[in-house]
């Protein structure tokens, strides 16, 4: 395993706790604090790491890396945080983000795919982005899920768009939305049949491929309390969810449903599947947080790369005062590792 290429870690929002948990993370590696992290190398500007570092009352040493064996190096002597540098500076200051950190903060994302692309990284951990500062720069991409899709649509042979699919993952459970950023008065006219198929087939091929379980179990929710009951509490569980399922297990995937939101989550149900997909953003993730707030990591499944993320914003409140928790931050690191080794169980 030695010889795998690093991981990479996209600096995100500067003025974020992104570099907070990362220096958090980096000086529990070097005390020993923290262990089992594989290496890895945040693409990132060293001097606004530099100076996140003094307002947290600590200081780093940083070693800037072009190769796969200079972050190995790096990492493995703890002396410098292995760092790919970015072209475009980056201001970073705590709580005050900045339309000029834009084009740093997508360099860092490009950078991280265009490295994996050439096999110089094996995978992508993200650090939270802010959108309003993307998008007052002009950045045309609803967010981070739909912009790496663009940047993977480019050099993948499928001639078909890419569908990123969002699944947080915790300890206890996996969790799938498929509706996610819109609001919940436009779920019902925006779910689909076709966009169920979509989300549990990509579900199931991830969970084959990236999670390594021979035949997924895949628990589907209906959208209507105690899912529809016959119709009497709507037509769309009978609608658009019934014939889903009735096509993804013709086509042999192990699901069902569509289940009743509100008995599908407890410790006794948990058992029976291996992750959950659901027909809106805050059924998913409701259950997922509470069960896990600090420990779920955010994958995104349906990429040619391996992609996770803390389970957090840029929580500008408490940016540059040292209180960030990095427990999901670490947690996206292992299972980026596991997943892009073959390691996971």
Known sequence: MADLPPLLVSIGEPSGIGSDILLKVWGGLQNGDIKDIRPFAVVADPSALQQRAKTLGTEIEIQTCATPAEVRSAFSSKNALPVVALTNALKGLPAKPDPQDAAGIVESIETCVSWIKNGLARAVVTLPINK??????????????????????????????????????????????????????????????????????ITAKDLRTRFGIETPRIAVSGLNPHAGE???????????????????????????????????????????????????????????????FDDSVNVTLGLPIVRTSPDHGTAFDIAGTGKANPASFIAALRMADEMSSGDVS
């Open 230 to 292: 016959g119709g009497a509490l709507g037509a769309e569980d009978d609608a658009i969810i019934v014939p889903a399922i009735e096509q993804l297990r013709n086509e042999a995937i192990d699901c069902w449903g569509p289940l009743p939101a509100d008995t599908m989550f407890h410790a006794a149900a948990r058992k029976t599947y291996d992750a959950a997909v659901c027909m809106y953003h805050d059924q998913a993730l409701i259950p997922a947080k509470a069960l896990a």
């Open 132 to 201: 309003k500062t993307l998008y007052d720069a002009g950045f045309e991409y609803p967010g981070h899920t739909e912009f790496l899709g663009a940047l993977c649509d480019e050099w993948t042979d499928d001639p078909s768009p890419l569908r990123p699919v969002m699944m947080l993952a915790g300890p206890d459970l996996r969790a799938v939305p498929v509706t996610i950023h819109i609001p919940l008065k436009d779920v019902p006219s925006q779910l689909t049949t076709s966009d169920i198929v979509d989300t549990v087939r």
